[in-house]
């Protein structure tokens, strides 16, 4: 049995990790990893301006709460973030596949579009049958756990396709590194191997708490904490982070260098009454 007062934490909690995301581009700037382009590489960072924007119309949304009685107004709000955060899962989907793809030898590049496309479509799918804008109540356009499950499961697939690719890679890095006596091969191996962590890390985080959102989707009965955007947010920091390519120098040492590759992750929730958007809140 979970205490309410460990439940109002941890929805008080879940509720200010767009502080978080506003810390990772500062974190960004900082680290000269801000500059974008509209490739993959760079989706991640796209990811934490659109989760910012997303937060920032949230924020706004509920401190006018007392201005916007009607739910169609607190729901035009809601809706606006969440079609926002779609772009920002689109883009973090579509930039685990590119970093599975490159980790892996992998050229081809249509996968990363196919991924964020797919992910678009079916959370728009969800916003429609979520939202409504009729009263009483707003209720949604139709009543189904279909879309969520579909949406979450397809995020699942994502990321467990993601991490069986890196985790083949990096058993093929260990063997292949044992044979090599270049001081300078050795080292790149090594850092290489903790990008590829990283990714693996976050890819297993995502993994989990979609698993748990499914759970709660399939069984509304079933008692979670709202842990679900700090997770996200966190394993979306992580990606931030894991996106700083390091090179090995010419003279055996190592040197770290931001790349264009930067990542992205997405933040859903149920903002206010009558919401119901991907990440369950």
Same mark, same amino acid.
């Given at each position: 049995?979970?205490?309410?007062?460990?439940?109002? @934490?941890?929805?008080?909690?879940?509720?200010?990790?767009?502080?978080?995301?506003?810390?990772?581009?500062?974190?960004?700037?900082?680290?000269?990893?801000?500059?974008?382009?509209?490739?993959?590489?760079?989706?991640?960072?796209?990811?934490?301006?659109?989760?910012?924007?997303?937060?920032?119309?949230?924020?706004?949304?509920?401190?006018?709460?007392?201005?916007?009685?009607?739910?169609?107004?607190?729901?035009?709000?809601?809706?606006?973030?969440?079609?926002?955060?779609?772009?920002?899962?689109?883009?973090?989907?579509?930039?685990?596949?590119?970093?599975?793809?490159?980790?892996?030898?992998?050229?081809?590049?249509?996968?990363?579009?196919?991924?964020?496309?797919?992910?678009?479509?079916?959370? @728009?799918?969800?916003?429609?049958?979520?939202?409504?804008?009729?009263?009483?109540?707003?209720?949604?356009?139709?009543?189904?756990?279909?879309?969520?499950?579909?949406?979450?499961?397809?995020?699942?697939?994502?990321?467990?396709?993601?991490?069986?690719?890196?985790?083949?890679?990096?058993?093929?890095?260990?063997?292949?590194?044992?044979?090599?006596?270049?001081?300078?091969?050795?080292?790149?191996?090594?850092?290489?191997?903790?990008?590829?962590?990283?990714?693996?890390?976050?890819?297993?985080?995502?993994?989990?708490?979609?698993?748990?959102?499914?759970?709660?989707?399939?069984?509304?009965?079933?008692?979670?904490?709202?842990?679900?955007?700090?997770?996200?947010?966190?394993?979306?920091?992580?990606?931030?982070?894991?996106?700083?390519?390091?090179?090995?120098?010419?003279?055996?040492?190592?040197?770290?260098?931001?790349?264009?590759?930067?990542?992205?992750?997405?933040?859903?929730?149920?903002?206010?009454?009558?919401?119901?958007?991907?990440?369950?809140?």
């Amino acid at each position: 049995m979970v205490l309410h007062s460990t439940e109002v @934490w941890f929805s008080n909690a879940n509720d200010s990790m767009g502080m978080v995301t506003y810390g990772t581009i500062v974190m960004m700037f900082s680290s000269n990893i801000w500059q974008l382009d509209f490739t993959p590489r760079t989706w991640v960072r796209w990811m934490i301006y659109l989760d910012a924007l997303a937060f920032t119309i949230i924020y706004a949304g509920t401190c006018a709460n007392d201005l916007l009685p009607d739910c169609w107004q607190r729901n035009s709000y809601g809706l606006a973030a969440d079609l926002i955060w779609s772009f920002k899962d689109a883009g973090k989907y579509g930039y685990i596949a590119y970093k599975a793809l490159s980790i892996g030898g992998y050229h081809m590049r249509w996968p990363c579009y196919a991924v964020a496309v797919l992910s678009l479509l079916l959370y @728009w799918l969800l916003c429609y049958q979520a939202y409504g804008f009729s009263m009483p109540g707003c209720p949604g356009q139709f009543h189904s756990d279909v879309p969520r499950v579909v949406l979450y499961g397809y995020w699942t697939l994502v990321d467990v396709v993601a991490t069986v690719v890196v985790v083949a890679k990096m058993r093929s890095v260990i063997v292949n590194s044992s044979a090599v006596g270049n001081k300078d091969s050795t080292v790149y191996r090594i850092i290489k191997m903790r990008e590829e962590i990283r990714l693996l890390v976050a890819s297993v985080g995502m993994l989990s708490v979609t698993v748990l959102s499914i759970v709660g989707a399939v069984d509304p009965t079933v008692t979670t904490l709202n842990i679900w955007r700090m997770v996200f947010v966190y394993v979306q920091l992580l990606l931030v982070m894991g996106s700083q390519k390091v090179v090995v120098g010419d003279y055996g040492t190592s040197s770290q260098q931001a790349n264009h590759a930067s990542g992205g992750t997405s933040v859903l929730g149920n903002q206010g009454k009558g919401m119901n958007s991907a990440n369950k809140m």
